[in-house]
Protein backbone atom coordinates (compact mmCIF):
# COMPACT_ATOMS: atom_id res chain seq x y z
CA UNK A 1 0.00 0.00 0.00
CA UNK A 2 1.54 3.71 -0.63
CA UNK A 3 2.64 5.64 1.81
CA UNK A 4 -0.59 7.70 3.14
CA UNK A 5 1.27 10.98 3.57
CA UNK A 6 3.10 11.13 0.14
CA UNK A 7 -0.31 10.15 -1.40
CA UNK A 8 -2.18 13.30 0.28
CA UNK A 9 0.56 15.53 -0.88
CA UNK A 10 0.36 14.07 -4.58
CA UNK A 11 -3.50 14.98 -4.40
CA UNK A 12 -3.19 17.94 -3.16
CA UNK A 13 -0.78 19.11 -6.09
CA UNK A 14 -3.09 17.22 -8.75
CA UNK A 15 -6.31 19.19 -7.15
CA UNK A 16 -4.72 22.72 -6.95
CA UNK A 17 -3.15 22.20 -10.22
CA UNK A 18 0.08 22.63 -9.66
CA UNK A 19 -0.01 22.95 -5.83
CA UNK A 20 2.68 24.46 -3.35
CA UNK A 21 4.89 22.35 -2.21
CA UNK A 22 7.06 23.81 0.37
CA UNK A 23 11.11 23.14 0.56
CA UNK A 24 10.43 21.42 3.94
CA UNK A 25 7.81 19.42 2.54
CA UNK A 26 10.09 18.08 -0.60
CA UNK A 27 12.96 17.39 2.02
CA UNK A 28 10.32 14.87 3.54
CA UNK A 29 9.72 13.16 0.46
CA UNK A 30 13.20 12.28 0.32
CA UNK A 31 13.43 8.32 0.38
CA UNK A 32 15.54 6.71 2.99
CA UNK A 33 14.52 3.07 1.85
CA UNK A 34 13.76 1.27 -1.61
CA UNK A 35 10.48 0.99 -0.76
CA UNK A 36 9.91 4.84 0.13
CA UNK A 37 11.42 5.40 -3.31
CA UNK A 38 9.20 2.80 -4.99
CA UNK A 39 6.36 4.82 -3.00
CA UNK A 40 7.71 8.00 -4.38
CA UNK A 41 8.08 7.19 -8.18
CA UNK A 42 4.59 6.13 -7.95
CA UNK A 43 3.07 9.21 -6.94
CA UNK A 44 5.83 11.20 -9.58
CA UNK A 45 4.00 8.81 -12.12
CA UNK A 46 0.35 9.61 -10.92
CA UNK A 47 1.04 13.35 -11.04
CA UNK A 48 2.59 13.20 -14.53
CA UNK A 49 -0.56 11.64 -15.81
CA UNK A 50 -2.09 14.12 -14.59
CA UNK A 51 -0.88 17.13 -15.92
CA UNK A 52 0.79 15.68 -19.23
CA UNK A 53 -1.88 13.24 -19.99
CA UNK A 54 0.45 10.50 -21.39
CA UNK A 55 2.13 12.99 -23.88
CA UNK A 56 5.69 12.75 -24.86
CA UNK A 57 8.55 15.23 -26.88
CA UNK A 58 11.95 13.67 -28.30
CA UNK A 59 14.56 16.23 -28.36
CA UNK A 60 18.01 15.68 -30.51
CA UNK A 61 20.89 17.69 -30.61
CA UNK A 62 23.87 18.44 -32.48
CA UNK A 63 27.34 19.35 -30.73
CA UNK A 64 27.69 21.52 -33.42
CA UNK A 65 30.94 22.92 -31.52
CA UNK A 66 33.18 20.80 -29.62
CA UNK A 67 36.12 21.25 -27.40
CA UNK A 68 38.60 23.87 -26.23
CA UNK A 69 36.27 25.88 -23.78
CA UNK A 70 38.04 28.36 -21.78
CA UNK A 71 35.71 26.82 -18.32
CA UNK A 72 36.61 24.21 -16.07
CA UNK A 73 33.26 22.80 -15.59
CA UNK A 74 34.97 19.68 -13.54
CA UNK A 75 32.31 16.89 -15.51
CA UNK A 76 32.85 18.15 -19.41
CA UNK A 77 35.51 16.54 -21.52
CA UNK A 78 35.25 19.77 -23.58
CA UNK A 79 37.24 21.76 -21.27
CA UNK A 80 40.49 23.13 -22.06
CA UNK A 81 41.69 22.22 -18.62
CA UNK A 82 41.31 18.69 -18.86
CA UNK A 83 43.06 16.03 -21.00
CA UNK A 84 40.08 14.16 -22.00
CA UNK A 85 39.92 12.30 -25.54
CA UNK A 86 37.37 14.30 -27.30
CA UNK A 87 37.18 15.75 -31.07
CA UNK A 88 38.36 19.25 -31.20
CA UNK A 89 36.70 21.38 -34.34
CA UNK A 90 34.72 25.05 -34.94
CA UNK A 91 31.12 25.58 -35.79
CA UNK A 92 30.04 23.13 -37.98
CA UNK A 93 28.77 24.89 -41.31
CA UNK A 94 25.03 25.95 -42.20
CA UNK A 95 24.44 23.03 -44.41
CA UNK A 96 25.46 20.45 -41.15
CA UNK A 97 23.63 22.38 -38.51
CA UNK A 98 20.40 21.70 -41.11
CA UNK A 99 21.23 18.54 -42.54
CA UNK A 100 21.58 16.84 -38.58
CA UNK A 101 18.16 19.32 -37.63
CA UNK A 102 16.14 17.21 -40.79
CA UNK A 103 18.01 14.16 -39.95
CA UNK A 104 16.92 14.29 -36.26
CA UNK A 105 13.43 14.95 -37.33
CA UNK A 106 13.18 12.03 -39.84
CA UNK A 107 14.34 10.00 -37.17
CA UNK A 108 11.65 10.94 -34.36
CA UNK A 109 12.00 14.31 -33.09
CA UNK A 110 10.39 17.01 -32.76
CA UNK A 111 12.60 19.47 -30.85
CA UNK A 112 15.98 20.09 -32.22
CA UNK A 113 19.08 21.99 -29.94
CA UNK A 114 21.82 23.82 -31.73
CA UNK A 115 24.95 23.29 -28.59
CA UNK A 116 28.58 24.90 -28.86
CA UNK A 117 31.13 24.80 -26.60
CA UNK A 118 33.30 27.53 -25.45
CA UNK A 119 32.11 30.35 -23.00
CA UNK A 120 29.44 32.01 -25.70
CA UNK A 121 29.66 32.37 -29.91
CA UNK A 122 30.68 35.75 -31.31
CA UNK A 123 28.65 37.82 -34.14
CA UNK A 124 29.98 35.68 -37.22
CA UNK A 125 28.80 32.27 -35.37
CA UNK A 126 25.41 33.73 -34.19
CA UNK A 127 24.72 34.54 -37.97
CA UNK A 128 25.43 31.07 -39.04
CA UNK A 129 22.96 29.39 -36.22
CA UNK A 130 20.38 32.17 -37.53
CA UNK A 131 20.92 31.50 -41.39
CA UNK A 132 20.62 27.26 -40.20
CA UNK A 133 17.45 28.18 -38.08
CA UNK A 134 15.60 30.05 -40.77
CA UNK A 135 16.35 26.86 -43.35
CA UNK A 136 14.79 24.51 -40.57
CA UNK A 137 11.95 26.77 -39.48
CA UNK A 138 11.09 26.71 -43.46
CA UNK A 139 11.67 22.85 -44.10
CA UNK A 140 10.38 20.95 -40.61
CA UNK A 141 8.23 21.35 -37.77
CA UNK A 142 11.39 20.75 -35.34
CA UNK A 143 10.92 23.11 -32.01
CA UNK A 144 14.33 25.07 -32.31
CA UNK A 145 16.48 25.41 -29.30
CA UNK A 146 20.13 26.67 -29.30
CA UNK A 147 22.56 26.16 -26.20
CA UNK A 148 25.53 28.80 -27.13
CA UNK A 149 26.86 29.56 -23.88
CA UNK A 150 26.38 33.55 -22.55
CA UNK A 151 24.30 35.51 -24.51
CA UNK A 152 24.13 39.20 -25.10
CA UNK A 153 20.73 41.06 -25.58
CA UNK A 154 21.99 41.86 -29.58
CA UNK A 155 22.05 37.89 -29.77
CA UNK A 156 19.30 36.89 -27.90
CA UNK A 157 16.82 38.78 -30.02
CA UNK A 158 18.50 37.32 -33.65
CA UNK A 159 18.18 33.64 -32.41
CA UNK A 160 14.61 34.76 -31.77
CA UNK A 161 13.97 35.97 -34.76
CA UNK A 162 15.56 33.92 -36.99
CA UNK A 163 12.95 31.22 -35.39
CA UNK A 164 15.02 29.69 -32.18
CA UNK A 165 12.27 29.65 -29.47
CA UNK A 166 14.17 27.97 -26.72
CA UNK A 167 17.02 28.67 -25.34
CA UNK A 168 18.76 26.12 -23.17
CA UNK A 169 21.02 26.73 -20.38
CA UNK A 170 21.88 24.72 -17.52
CA UNK A 171 22.48 26.09 -13.73
CA UNK A 172 24.14 22.80 -14.14
CA UNK A 173 24.01 22.30 -9.87
CA UNK A 174 22.87 23.85 -6.71
CA UNK A 175 24.27 27.41 -5.98
CA UNK A 176 25.67 25.82 -2.96
CA UNK A 177 27.54 23.32 -4.78
CA UNK A 178 28.43 25.40 -7.50
CA UNK A 179 32.05 26.53 -6.45
CA UNK A 180 32.80 22.48 -6.16
CA UNK A 181 32.00 22.51 -9.87
CA UNK A 182 33.10 24.76 -11.95
CA UNK A 183 35.58 28.16 -10.82
CA UNK A 184 36.22 30.00 -14.53
CA UNK A 185 32.71 32.25 -13.97
CA UNK A 186 30.17 33.29 -11.26
CA UNK A 187 26.98 31.53 -11.47
CA UNK A 188 25.21 34.78 -11.50
CA UNK A 189 26.18 34.45 -14.82
CA UNK A 190 24.11 31.71 -15.70
CA UNK A 191 21.31 33.46 -14.46
CA UNK A 192 21.51 36.53 -16.16
CA UNK A 193 22.16 34.89 -19.56
CA UNK A 194 18.42 32.96 -18.94
CA UNK A 195 17.33 36.21 -18.32
CA UNK A 196 18.51 37.77 -21.41
CA UNK A 197 17.00 34.87 -23.28
CA UNK A 198 13.72 35.15 -21.15
CA UNK A 199 13.78 38.82 -22.20
CA UNK A 200 14.28 38.20 -26.10
CA UNK A 201 11.39 36.16 -25.75
CA UNK A 202 12.21 32.79 -25.68
CA UNK A 203 11.22 29.61 -23.57
CA UNK A 204 14.06 28.67 -21.26
CA UNK A 205 15.55 24.82 -20.87
CA UNK A 206 17.72 25.00 -17.60
CA UNK A 207 18.61 22.22 -15.52
CA UNK A 208 22.06 19.98 -14.80
CA UNK A 209 23.55 16.86 -13.65
CA UNK A 210 23.00 14.84 -10.44
CA UNK A 211 25.40 12.80 -9.23
CA UNK A 212 28.48 15.22 -8.69
CA UNK A 213 28.66 14.99 -5.32
CA UNK A 214 25.77 17.21 -4.37
CA UNK A 215 23.31 16.17 -1.12
CA UNK A 216 19.77 15.73 -1.54
CA UNK A 217 19.62 18.78 0.48
CA UNK A 218 21.32 20.79 -2.73
CA UNK A 219 18.93 18.68 -5.12
CA UNK A 220 16.04 20.25 -3.46
CA UNK A 221 17.91 23.61 -3.29
CA UNK A 222 18.58 23.51 -7.37
CA UNK A 223 14.96 22.51 -8.20
CA UNK A 224 13.30 25.10 -5.93
CA UNK A 225 15.61 28.14 -7.53
CA UNK A 226 14.81 26.63 -10.93
CA UNK A 227 10.72 26.95 -9.92
CA UNK A 228 11.89 30.28 -8.73
CA UNK A 229 13.38 30.92 -12.48
CA UNK A 230 10.06 29.98 -13.60
CA UNK A 231 11.71 27.73 -17.05
CA UNK A 232 9.93 25.90 -19.21
CA UNK A 233 11.22 22.42 -19.15
CA UNK A 234 14.46 21.37 -16.94
CA UNK A 235 16.80 18.83 -18.59
CA UNK A 236 17.74 16.07 -15.58
CA UNK A 237 21.56 14.58 -16.88
CA UNK A 238 22.69 11.94 -14.94
CA UNK A 239 27.06 12.30 -14.15
CA UNK A 240 28.95 10.17 -16.92
CA UNK A 241 32.35 10.50 -15.76
CA UNK A 242 34.51 10.68 -18.04
CA UNK A 243 38.58 10.03 -18.92
CA UNK A 244 40.35 13.23 -17.83
CA UNK A 245 38.19 15.14 -16.19
CA UNK A 246 37.56 16.18 -12.44
CA UNK A 247 35.19 13.86 -11.80
CA UNK A 248 36.15 10.38 -13.21
CA UNK A 249 36.49 8.58 -10.24
CA UNK A 250 33.21 9.37 -8.65
CA UNK A 251 30.64 6.29 -8.43
CA UNK A 252 27.24 6.36 -10.72
CA UNK A 253 24.50 6.92 -9.04
CA UNK A 254 22.21 3.62 -8.38
CA UNK A 255 19.25 3.39 -10.76
CA UNK A 256 16.48 3.70 -8.11
CA UNK A 257 18.28 6.70 -6.31
CA UNK A 258 18.03 8.61 -9.69
CA UNK A 259 14.53 7.59 -10.30
CA UNK A 260 13.70 8.96 -7.05
CA UNK A 261 15.56 12.15 -8.41
CA UNK A 262 13.70 12.54 -11.12
CA UNK A 263 10.39 11.79 -9.07
CA UNK A 264 11.28 14.46 -6.64
CA UNK A 265 11.64 17.30 -9.73
CA UNK A 266 7.98 16.08 -10.83
CA UNK A 267 6.68 16.65 -7.19
CA UNK A 268 8.24 19.93 -7.23
CA UNK A 269 7.46 20.99 -10.78
CA UNK A 270 3.95 19.07 -11.75
CA UNK A 271 3.64 21.09 -14.53
CA UNK A 272 6.85 21.57 -16.77
CA UNK A 273 8.31 19.79 -19.09
CA UNK A 274 10.85 17.20 -17.59
CA UNK A 275 13.55 15.02 -19.76
CA UNK A 276 16.00 12.92 -19.16
CA UNK A 277 19.40 13.40 -20.84
CA UNK A 278 22.86 12.29 -20.82
CA UNK A 279 24.32 9.77 -18.26
CA UNK A 280 20.86 7.34 -18.57
CA UNK A 281 22.49 4.72 -20.31
CA UNK A 282 25.36 3.85 -17.85
CA UNK A 283 23.60 5.05 -14.63
CA UNK A 284 19.69 3.42 -15.39
CA UNK A 285 21.17 0.49 -17.09
CA UNK A 286 17.89 -1.81 -17.79
CA UNK A 287 15.94 0.88 -15.80
CA UNK A 288 15.11 3.22 -18.57
CA UNK A 289 12.28 3.01 -19.00
CA UNK A 290 11.05 3.81 -15.73
CA UNK A 291 12.08 7.34 -16.50
CA UNK A 292 8.78 7.84 -17.50
CA UNK A 293 7.04 6.29 -14.86
CA UNK A 294 9.32 7.88 -12.47
CA UNK A 295 8.05 11.43 -13.57
CA UNK A 296 9.33 12.66 -16.83
CA UNK A 297 7.67 13.47 -19.88
CA UNK A 298 10.95 14.13 -22.71
CA UNK A 299 13.39 12.29 -23.51
CA UNK A 300 16.71 12.91 -25.60
CA UNK A 301 17.71 10.54 -28.44
CA UNK A 302 20.38 9.92 -30.46
CA UNK A 303 23.98 10.62 -29.91
CA UNK A 304 24.56 13.32 -26.79
CA UNK A 305 28.12 16.22 -27.40
CA UNK A 306 30.96 13.80 -26.45
CA UNK A 307 29.50 10.72 -25.63
CA UNK A 308 27.27 8.14 -27.46
CA UNK A 309 23.40 7.50 -27.02
CA UNK A 310 21.44 4.12 -27.48
CA UNK A 311 19.53 3.56 -31.13
CA UNK A 312 16.74 6.01 -31.79
CA UNK A 313 14.43 3.07 -32.91
CA UNK A 314 15.41 1.55 -29.31
CA UNK A 315 14.27 4.22 -27.27
CA UNK A 316 10.83 4.71 -30.18
CA UNK A 317 10.04 1.01 -28.65
CA UNK A 318 10.62 1.56 -25.46
CA UNK A 319 8.51 5.01 -25.62
CA UNK A 320 5.27 2.76 -27.34
CA UNK A 321 5.60 0.07 -25.37
CA UNK A 322 4.89 2.43 -22.63
CA UNK A 323 1.78 3.48 -24.02
CA UNK A 324 3.09 7.39 -24.37
CA UNK A 325 2.04 9.66 -27.41
CA UNK A 326 3.79 12.17 -29.25
CA UNK A 327 1.80 15.93 -28.84
CA UNK A 328 2.81 19.44 -28.19
CA UNK A 329 3.77 19.90 -24.69
CA UNK A 330 0.81 21.15 -22.93
CA UNK A 331 2.74 24.43 -21.30
CA UNK A 332 2.44 25.39 -17.60
CA UNK A 333 -0.08 25.21 -15.14
CA UNK A 334 -1.55 27.80 -12.84
CA UNK A 335 1.06 27.07 -9.72
CA UNK A 336 0.10 27.79 -6.05
Known sequence: MLNEALMTIARR?????????HREEAMALVPGT???????????????????????????????????CAEDCAFCAQSAHHQSPVAVYGLRSCEEL?????????????????????????????????????????????KLCASLGMLTGSSAHKLKEAGISRYHHNIETAPSHFTHICSTHAFEDDLDTLQVARSAGMEICSGGILGMGESWEQRVE???????????????NFLNPIEGTRLAQRPLLEPLEALACI?????????????????????LRDFQSWVFFAGAN???????????GRSIDTDLEMIG???LRESPSPGPCVAG
Open 13 to 21: IMAEEGGCL
Open 34 to 68: PAEALDLISCANKIRDHFMHRHIFKCGIINAKSGR
Open 98 to 142: VQSGLALAEAGANHYGIVTSGTALNDDEIDVVCQAARILKDQSGL
Open 222 to 236: MAFLLKDLDVDTIPI
Open 263 to 283: ALFRFIHPCRDVTICGGREKT
Open 298 to 308: GLMIGNYLTTA
Open 321 to 323: HFG
